[in-house]
Protein backbone atom coordinates (compact mmCIF):
# COMPACT_ATOMS: atom_id res chain seq x y z
CA UNK A 1 0.00 0.00 0.00
CA UNK A 2 1.34 3.81 -0.20
CA UNK A 3 0.41 6.98 1.25
CA UNK A 4 0.91 10.71 0.18
CA UNK A 5 1.78 13.61 2.30
CA UNK A 6 0.86 17.34 0.74
CA UNK A 7 2.02 20.08 1.87
CA UNK A 8 0.41 23.02 0.14
CA UNK A 9 0.97 26.42 0.38
CA UNK A 10 -0.65 30.04 -1.76
CA UNK A 11 2.01 29.29 -5.14
CA UNK A 12 3.33 25.67 -4.44
CA UNK A 13 2.60 21.93 -3.43
CA UNK A 14 5.27 19.72 -1.97
CA UNK A 15 4.61 15.87 -2.01
CA UNK A 16 6.07 12.82 -0.41
CA UNK A 17 4.78 9.27 -1.42
CA UNK A 18 5.59 6.81 1.03
CA UNK A 19 4.89 2.63 0.75
CA UNK A 20 3.84 1.46 4.05
CA UNK A 21 4.92 -1.86 4.83
CA UNK A 22 6.40 -2.61 8.44
CA UNK A 23 7.98 0.68 8.28
CA UNK A 24 6.92 3.82 6.31
CA UNK A 25 9.67 3.90 2.99
CA UNK A 26 10.14 7.28 1.06
CA UNK A 27 9.86 5.83 -2.65
CA UNK A 28 9.33 9.85 -4.25
CA UNK A 29 9.45 13.37 -3.56
CA UNK A 30 8.73 16.44 -5.28
CA UNK A 31 7.64 20.19 -5.58
CA UNK A 32 5.22 22.10 -8.07
CA UNK A 33 6.48 25.40 -7.94
CA UNK A 34 4.88 29.28 -9.10
CA UNK A 35 0.90 27.58 -9.29
CA UNK A 36 -0.72 30.13 -11.30
CA UNK A 37 2.13 31.60 -13.26
CA UNK A 38 3.27 31.12 -16.77
CA UNK A 39 6.50 30.18 -15.53
CA UNK A 40 4.92 27.40 -13.60
CA UNK A 41 7.84 24.41 -13.07
CA UNK A 42 7.50 20.49 -11.22
CA UNK A 43 11.05 20.07 -9.74
CA UNK A 44 11.93 16.74 -8.55
CA UNK A 45 15.66 15.06 -7.76
CA UNK A 46 16.98 18.71 -8.43
CA UNK A 47 15.37 18.20 -12.14
CA UNK A 48 13.09 21.17 -13.28
CA UNK A 49 10.21 21.07 -16.05
CA UNK A 50 8.34 23.65 -16.96
CA UNK A 51 4.45 23.22 -16.91
CA UNK A 52 1.12 25.06 -17.03
CA UNK A 53 -0.74 24.58 -13.64
CA UNK A 54 -2.91 27.03 -13.53
CA UNK A 55 -4.43 26.41 -10.24
CA UNK A 56 -4.26 23.57 -6.95
CA UNK A 57 -6.26 21.38 -9.29
CA UNK A 58 -3.55 21.07 -11.82
CA UNK A 59 -1.17 20.89 -9.35
CA UNK A 60 -2.55 17.84 -7.95
CA UNK A 61 -3.48 16.53 -11.16
CA UNK A 62 0.06 16.76 -11.71
CA UNK A 63 1.69 14.66 -8.86
CA UNK A 64 -0.97 12.17 -9.44
CA UNK A 65 0.27 11.70 -13.04
CA UNK A 66 3.74 11.22 -11.48
CA UNK A 67 3.00 9.26 -8.81
CA UNK A 68 1.27 6.45 -11.57
CA UNK A 69 4.66 5.72 -12.76
CA UNK A 70 5.74 4.45 -9.33
CA UNK A 71 2.21 2.97 -7.92
CA UNK A 72 0.72 2.14 -10.97
CA UNK A 73 -3.01 3.02 -9.94
CA UNK A 74 -3.26 6.09 -7.28
CA UNK A 75 -6.81 3.64 -6.11
CA UNK A 76 -3.81 2.01 -4.31
CA UNK A 77 -3.39 5.05 -2.17
CA UNK A 78 -4.59 4.22 1.28
CA UNK A 79 -4.80 7.72 2.02
CA UNK A 80 -3.49 11.40 1.38
CA UNK A 81 -2.04 13.37 4.70
CA UNK A 82 -2.46 16.73 4.65
CA UNK A 83 -0.52 19.79 6.56
CA UNK A 84 -2.82 22.59 7.85
CA UNK A 85 -1.18 25.03 9.81
CA UNK A 86 -4.01 26.45 12.13
CA UNK A 87 -6.85 23.76 13.49
CA UNK A 88 -7.75 26.18 16.35
CA UNK A 89 -9.52 24.93 19.25
CA UNK A 90 -11.19 22.24 17.90
CA UNK A 91 -8.49 20.21 16.60
CA UNK A 92 -6.45 18.84 18.80
CA UNK A 93 -5.25 15.76 16.90
CA UNK A 94 -5.09 14.79 13.47
CA UNK A 95 -8.86 14.20 11.93
CA UNK A 96 -10.68 12.29 8.97
CA UNK A 97 -11.67 14.98 6.44
CA UNK A 98 -15.53 14.93 5.52
CA UNK A 99 -17.61 17.70 5.06
CA UNK A 100 -18.00 18.68 8.39
CA UNK A 101 -14.23 19.20 9.22
CA UNK A 102 -13.39 21.35 5.91
CA UNK A 103 -15.95 23.55 7.29
CA UNK A 104 -14.90 23.69 10.32
CA UNK A 105 -11.25 24.39 8.88
CA UNK A 106 -12.70 27.08 6.79
CA UNK A 107 -13.53 28.71 10.06
CA UNK A 108 -10.10 28.79 11.61
CA UNK A 109 -8.92 30.99 7.98
CA UNK A 110 -8.90 33.98 9.82
CA UNK A 111 -6.21 32.33 12.07
CA UNK A 112 -3.56 31.51 9.40
CA UNK A 113 -5.14 33.76 6.55
CA UNK A 114 -1.84 32.94 4.62
CA UNK A 115 -1.91 29.47 5.14
CA UNK A 116 -4.79 27.79 5.77
CA UNK A 117 -6.78 28.96 2.60
CA UNK A 118 -4.00 26.78 0.34
CA UNK A 119 -3.96 23.64 1.92
CA UNK A 120 -8.43 23.43 1.71
CA UNK A 121 -7.79 24.60 -2.03
CA UNK A 122 -5.42 21.29 -2.20
CA UNK A 123 -7.76 18.91 0.09
CA UNK A 124 -10.55 20.00 -1.93
CA UNK A 125 -8.62 19.20 -5.26
CA UNK A 126 -7.66 15.63 -3.84
CA UNK A 127 -11.36 15.08 -2.62
CA UNK A 128 -12.54 15.56 -6.32
CA UNK A 129 -9.85 13.33 -7.65
CA UNK A 130 -9.61 10.74 -4.89
CA UNK A 131 -13.00 10.31 -4.41
CA UNK A 132 -12.79 6.66 -2.12
CA UNK A 133 -9.07 7.96 -0.92
CA UNK A 134 -9.23 9.06 3.03
CA UNK A 135 -8.13 12.37 3.53
CA UNK A 136 -6.18 13.62 6.76
CA UNK A 137 -5.87 16.56 8.13
CA UNK A 138 -2.59 17.05 10.73
CA UNK A 139 -2.52 20.17 12.22
CA UNK A 140 0.73 22.22 12.91
CA UNK A 141 -1.16 23.46 16.62
CA UNK A 142 -2.60 19.76 17.68
CA UNK A 143 0.97 18.86 19.17
CA UNK A 144 0.44 22.06 21.23
CA UNK A 145 -3.04 21.43 23.00
CA UNK A 146 -1.36 20.05 26.01
CA UNK A 147 0.07 23.49 27.10
CA UNK A 148 -1.61 24.87 30.17
CA UNK A 149 -4.07 27.39 30.33
CA UNK A 150 -1.76 29.86 32.39
CA UNK A 151 0.84 29.35 29.17
CA UNK A 152 -1.70 29.92 26.34
CA UNK A 153 -4.09 32.57 28.00
CA UNK A 154 -2.71 36.52 27.39
CA UNK A 155 -2.87 39.19 30.26
CA UNK A 156 -5.93 40.80 28.01
CA UNK A 157 -9.69 41.04 28.89
CA UNK A 158 -10.44 37.86 29.27
CA UNK A 159 -13.64 38.10 27.33
CA UNK A 160 -10.86 38.37 24.05
CA UNK A 161 -10.63 34.85 24.63
CA UNK A 162 -14.22 33.71 24.79
CA UNK A 163 -15.58 35.65 21.92
CA UNK A 164 -12.75 35.46 19.61
CA UNK A 165 -10.77 32.51 21.09
CA UNK A 166 -7.41 35.09 21.38
CA UNK A 167 -4.51 32.79 22.60
CA UNK A 168 -1.36 31.01 22.60
CA UNK A 169 -1.61 28.28 20.06
CA UNK A 170 1.64 27.42 18.77
CA UNK A 171 3.11 25.69 15.35
CA UNK A 172 5.76 23.96 13.89
CA UNK A 173 3.92 21.43 16.07
CA UNK A 174 4.49 18.52 13.73
CA UNK A 175 8.38 19.25 13.77
CA UNK A 176 8.23 19.77 17.00
CA UNK A 177 6.69 16.05 18.14
CA UNK A 178 8.97 14.21 15.61
CA UNK A 179 12.55 15.19 16.89
CA UNK A 180 11.54 15.02 20.33
CA UNK A 181 10.39 11.75 19.73
CA UNK A 182 13.50 10.67 17.80
CA UNK A 183 15.56 12.28 21.05
CA UNK A 184 14.00 10.05 23.03
CA UNK A 185 15.45 6.91 20.55
CA UNK A 186 18.92 8.39 20.67
CA UNK A 187 18.57 9.07 24.24
CA UNK A 188 17.28 5.48 25.51
CA UNK A 189 14.96 7.00 27.32
CA UNK A 190 11.31 6.63 27.38
CA UNK A 191 9.77 9.86 25.73
CA UNK A 192 7.37 10.46 28.30
CA UNK A 193 9.67 10.63 31.12
CA UNK A 194 12.05 13.38 29.61
CA UNK A 195 12.19 17.48 29.34
CA UNK A 196 12.94 18.34 26.29
CA UNK A 197 13.70 21.83 24.74
CA UNK A 198 13.31 21.74 20.77
CA UNK A 199 14.43 24.64 18.57
CA UNK A 200 12.86 24.33 15.26
CA UNK A 201 15.26 27.14 13.20
CA UNK A 202 14.41 27.76 9.73
CA UNK A 203 13.69 31.37 7.82
CA UNK A 204 9.90 30.82 10.28
CA UNK A 205 11.58 29.95 13.94
CA UNK A 206 10.08 28.34 17.33
CA UNK A 207 11.58 26.69 20.63
CA UNK A 208 9.23 24.18 22.73
CA UNK A 209 8.99 23.34 26.43
CA UNK A 210 8.55 19.00 26.23
CA UNK A 211 7.55 17.37 29.71
CA UNK A 212 6.82 13.88 29.92
CA UNK A 213 5.84 13.54 26.57
CA UNK A 214 3.57 16.61 26.16
CA UNK A 215 4.55 20.49 24.75
CA UNK A 216 3.86 22.70 27.81
CA UNK A 217 4.92 26.39 26.85
CA UNK A 218 6.10 27.30 22.86
CA UNK A 219 7.45 30.43 21.62
CA UNK A 220 4.73 31.43 18.74
CA UNK A 221 1.61 32.44 19.92
CA UNK A 222 -1.78 33.56 18.45
CA UNK A 223 -0.01 33.36 15.34
CA UNK A 224 3.70 32.64 13.84
CA UNK A 225 4.69 36.59 14.32
CA UNK A 226 5.54 35.79 18.47
CA UNK A 227 8.71 34.80 19.54
CA UNK A 228 12.46 33.98 18.44
CA UNK A 229 13.98 36.58 16.09
CA UNK A 230 12.84 34.48 11.99
CA UNK A 231 14.13 35.03 8.74
CA UNK A 232 11.77 38.22 8.39
CA UNK A 233 9.31 38.31 11.30
CA UNK A 234 10.46 40.51 14.38
CA UNK A 235 9.30 37.88 16.99
CA UNK A 236 8.77 39.43 19.91
CA UNK A 237 8.53 43.40 20.65
CA UNK A 238 6.80 46.18 22.58
CA UNK A 239 3.32 46.05 21.03
CA UNK A 240 3.44 49.84 21.85
CA UNK A 241 5.93 49.93 18.47
CA UNK A 242 2.98 49.24 16.19
CA UNK A 243 0.90 52.79 17.94
CA UNK A 244 4.09 54.39 17.46
CA UNK A 245 4.29 53.52 13.41
CA UNK A 246 1.16 54.52 12.68
CA UNK A 247 1.17 57.72 14.32
CA UNK A 248 4.10 58.14 12.76
CA UNK A 249 2.13 57.48 9.42
CA UNK A 250 2.47 54.10 8.97
CA UNK A 251 -1.12 52.25 7.60
CA UNK A 252 -1.74 49.10 9.70
CA UNK A 253 -1.59 47.09 6.98
CA UNK A 254 1.75 48.62 6.24
CA UNK A 255 3.09 47.62 9.72
CA UNK A 256 1.61 44.12 9.50
CA UNK A 257 3.74 43.97 6.69
CA UNK A 258 6.70 45.18 8.14
CA UNK A 259 6.27 43.00 11.13
CA UNK A 260 5.96 39.67 8.78
CA UNK A 261 8.12 40.40 5.81
CA UNK A 262 10.48 43.06 6.29
CA UNK A 263 12.27 42.19 9.79
CA UNK A 264 13.89 39.90 11.65
CA UNK A 265 17.20 38.81 9.74
CA UNK A 266 16.36 40.67 7.00
CA UNK A 267 15.64 43.91 8.85
CA UNK A 268 18.31 44.22 11.09
CA UNK A 269 21.06 43.16 8.46
CA UNK A 270 19.70 44.85 5.42
CA UNK A 271 20.63 41.77 3.43
CA UNK A 272 18.90 38.69 3.49
CA UNK A 273 17.17 36.41 5.37
CA UNK A 274 19.17 33.62 4.85
CA UNK A 275 21.66 32.88 8.06
CA UNK A 276 24.07 31.60 5.23
CA UNK A 277 24.36 34.78 3.38
CA UNK A 278 24.31 36.47 6.74
CA UNK A 279 27.50 34.71 7.87
CA UNK A 280 29.40 35.22 3.87
CA UNK A 281 28.65 39.26 4.92
CA UNK A 282 29.86 38.74 8.61
CA UNK A 283 33.25 36.99 7.22
CA UNK A 284 34.03 40.08 5.29
CA UNK A 285 33.54 42.44 8.34
CA UNK A 286 29.59 43.18 8.26
CA UNK A 287 28.45 44.94 11.34
CA UNK A 288 25.05 44.82 10.40
CA UNK A 289 25.08 40.90 9.18
CA UNK A 290 27.22 40.37 12.75
CA UNK A 291 24.58 42.14 14.77
CA UNK A 292 21.05 40.49 13.29
CA UNK A 293 23.43 36.93 14.33
CA UNK A 294 24.07 38.32 17.44
CA UNK A 295 20.67 39.15 17.95
CA UNK A 296 19.30 35.93 16.91
CA UNK A 297 22.05 33.58 18.97
CA UNK A 298 20.82 35.85 22.36
CA UNK A 299 17.24 35.65 21.89
CA UNK A 300 17.02 32.00 21.11
CA UNK A 301 19.81 31.37 24.41
CA UNK A 302 17.09 33.58 26.43
CA UNK A 303 14.24 31.39 25.18
CA UNK A 304 16.55 28.20 25.88
CA UNK A 305 17.22 29.43 29.68
CA UNK A 306 13.79 30.30 30.65
CA UNK A 307 12.26 26.89 29.49
CA UNK A 308 15.07 25.01 31.51
CA UNK A 309 13.59 27.23 33.91
CA UNK A 310 9.59 26.49 33.74
CA UNK A 311 10.77 22.50 33.02
CA UNK A 312 13.34 22.49 36.09
CA UNK A 313 16.24 20.79 34.29
CA UNK A 314 16.11 19.77 30.44
CA UNK A 315 17.46 16.07 29.40
CA UNK A 316 17.92 17.77 26.15
CA UNK A 317 18.18 20.74 23.60
CA UNK A 318 17.42 19.70 20.32
CA UNK A 319 18.26 21.82 17.08
CA UNK A 320 16.38 21.21 13.75
CA UNK A 321 15.70 23.48 10.49
CA UNK A 322 17.81 24.17 7.79
CA UNK A 323 19.52 26.70 10.54
CA UNK A 324 19.35 24.18 13.70
CA UNK A 325 20.55 21.73 11.44
CA UNK A 326 23.30 23.62 9.49
CA UNK A 327 25.15 25.97 11.56
CA UNK A 328 27.36 25.01 13.79
CA UNK A 329 28.85 28.08 14.90
CA UNK A 330 25.32 29.28 15.50
CA UNK A 331 24.77 26.49 17.99
CA UNK A 332 28.53 26.88 19.26
CA UNK A 333 27.46 30.20 20.09
CA UNK A 334 24.26 29.75 21.75
CA UNK A 335 25.85 26.83 23.74
CA UNK A 336 28.72 29.17 25.14
CA UNK A 337 25.84 31.72 26.77
CA UNK A 338 23.87 28.48 28.33
CA UNK A 339 27.20 26.48 29.45
CA UNK A 340 26.14 27.19 33.04
CA UNK A 341 23.25 25.45 32.61
CA UNK A 342 23.77 22.59 30.64
CA UNK A 343 26.80 21.58 32.75
CA UNK A 344 23.87 21.87 36.41
CA UNK A 345 21.23 19.68 34.82
CA UNK A 346 23.47 17.66 32.40
CA UNK A 347 21.91 18.25 29.20
CA UNK A 348 22.89 17.12 26.21
CA UNK A 349 22.76 19.07 22.91
CA UNK A 350 21.26 16.82 19.91
CA UNK A 351 21.17 18.17 15.89
CA UNK A 352 18.13 16.39 14.59
CA UNK A 353 16.67 16.50 10.83
CA UNK A 354 12.98 17.11 11.41
CA UNK A 355 10.67 15.30 8.86
CA UNK A 356 7.46 16.84 8.70
CA UNK A 357 6.04 14.65 5.70
CA UNK A 358 7.38 11.09 7.62
CA UNK A 359 5.42 12.31 11.06
CA UNK A 360 2.09 13.56 8.88
CA UNK A 361 2.43 9.92 7.29
CA UNK A 362 2.58 8.34 10.89
CA UNK A 363 -0.06 10.62 12.23
CA UNK A 364 -2.56 9.81 9.62
CA UNK A 365 -1.63 5.97 9.40
CA UNK A 366 -2.05 5.94 13.74
CA UNK A 367 -5.65 7.62 13.21
CA UNK A 368 -6.81 5.01 10.69
CA UNK A 369 -5.56 2.72 12.33
CA UNK A 370 -7.52 3.13 15.59
CA UNK A 371 -10.53 4.14 13.08
CA UNK A 372 -10.19 0.77 11.67
CA UNK A 373 -9.69 -1.57 15.28
CA UNK A 374 -13.03 0.95 16.69
CA UNK A 375 -14.87 -0.11 13.58
CA UNK A 376 -14.03 -3.81 13.89
CA UNK A 377 -15.56 -3.86 17.78
Keep these: MWFLTINSGSSSIKYSLFKVGRRLLLKDKGVVEKIGEEAAVFIKESKRKKIIIRDHLDAIEVI ?29 DS ?85 AVEAAKILKKPFNKLKLITCHLGNGCSIAAIKNGKSIDTSMGFTPLEGLVMGTRSGDIDPAI ?47 ASLAREIFVYRLAKYISSYVGVLGGADAVVFTGGIGENQKRLRSAVEKIIK ?12 IATDEELMIAKESLKLLKYKSHKEAM
Design 340 to 351: PLLEKFKTKILV
Design 95 to 179: VIINTQVLKHIKKCNHLAPLHNPPSILAIEACLKLLKNVPQVAVFDTAFHHTIPIAAYTYALPYDFYRKYKVRRYGFHGTSHNYV
Design 242 to 288: IFFLIEKGYSPTEVEELLNRGSGLLGVSGISNDMREIEKEISKGNKR
Design 64 to 92: LAEIKSEIKEVSSLMAVGHRVVHGGERFK
